[in-house]
């Protein structure tokens, strides 16, 4: 009923077509997909996805979240996913409002923000859950200032803010309060994410990344499992492969460079890879397939 009253509210003052349509709030947006799609292979940086309209699934290693309508994915970290839209039709497209999270914002709310008895559990990076009113009040609000050009201007900053500040109250938003504390597992996962998405080329050394954060081994490789749904390994190897898909599907490169330009050094040993995790060989993407390739960073 929340989602609806969102659709029949506010959607129907924006134009929206199938694809991204930015809202000029920040860099909100809203999807729409007309169809279920096949499997897609994306990359998520930290966002809220609020599901208006349809279904969608989504996983990342041993995490996966079933999101139907009215309810809200946040992302915490970036996070190589699969994702595929599972209720969709050109009468009931498919309709979501993305909004990439500021965690410059959120810092500057975390001295405000009350301690809550679950933020000590850990927890993944990845969560859906049925958003709360005040959630998808503040998302309607901004929905309907994108039409409103007198005072988009001066509310939509406020807006977004209250969206941010009702993140981070929300029953949702323990892991991203974890995530601001100075020394929590978590932190150093993003910092070790972010060394691994920076040198997807160069050999993973666990050691090193665990020395950084000040971990034993043993200890970082289980709080990054835990937060991501993956080994170290497994995650260095799922950014490969979809920034390999990018290239690929681009076509400036050889599929054997490719291959090497991500940090393989065997072009067999790629393609077997690619397809386990596409189900398609770089071959077919190549030359155009049924799927979509969506290496990008909103849901």
């Known amino acids: 009923m929340q989602s609806e009253s969102i659709r029949a509210r506010d959607l129907a003052l924006v134009d929206i077509r199938d ?10 947006v809203l999807l729409r997909r007309s169809l279920p799609s096949d499997i897609e292979g994306t990359i998520y940086r930290p966002l809220l996805c609020l599901i208006l309209q349809g279904a969608k699934e989504v ?12 309810n809200a994915i946040i992302v915490s970290h970036d996070l190589p996913v699969l994702s595929r839209i599972t209720e969709a039709s050109p009468d009931a497209p498919y309709t979501a409002f993305v909004l990439p999270i500021d965690l410059g914002l959120l810092r500057r709310f975390f001295d405000l923000v009350p301690d809550f ?77 972010a060394s691994i998405r920076a040198s997807i080329d160069e050999p993973l050394s666990v050691s090193a990344l665990a020395e950084h954060a000040g971990m034993s081994k043993s200890s970082f490789h289980a709080h990054f ?24 599907i681009e076509g400036k490169d050889t599929i054997s460079a490719v291959a090497f330009d991500v940090g393989y050094e065997s072009p067999a040993h790629f393609s077997r890879d690619y397809a386990r995790k596409f189900g398609r060989s770089p071959r077919e993407d190549r030359t155009g397939g049924r799927q979509t390739v969506a290496v990008a960073e909103t849901a």
């Open 117 to 193: 008895p679950d933020d000590d559990e850990d927890l993944g990076a990845l969560t859906s859950q049925p958003a709360e009113p005040e959630l998808i009040d503040a998302v309607a609000r901004l929905i309907a200032l994108s039409r409103d050009d007198a005072a988009a201007p001066l509310l939509g900053p406020i807006v977004l803010r209250e969206i941010h500040a009702r993140l981070l109250l929300s029953a949702q938003g323990a892991i991203l309060r974890r995530f601001l504390r100075r020394e929590d597992p978590s932190k150093h996962v993003a910092r070790a994410t």
């Open 19 to 28: 694809g991204v349509t930015q809202l000029g709030l920040g860099e909100a």
């Open 59 to 70: 996983s990342a290693g041993t995490m996966s979240v079933h999101c139907p309508a009215g």
């Open 225 to 248: 499992k835990a937060v991501t749904g993956l080994t170290p390994g497994q995650y260095q190897k799922d950014i490969r492969l979809l920034e390999a898909r990018r290239l690929i």
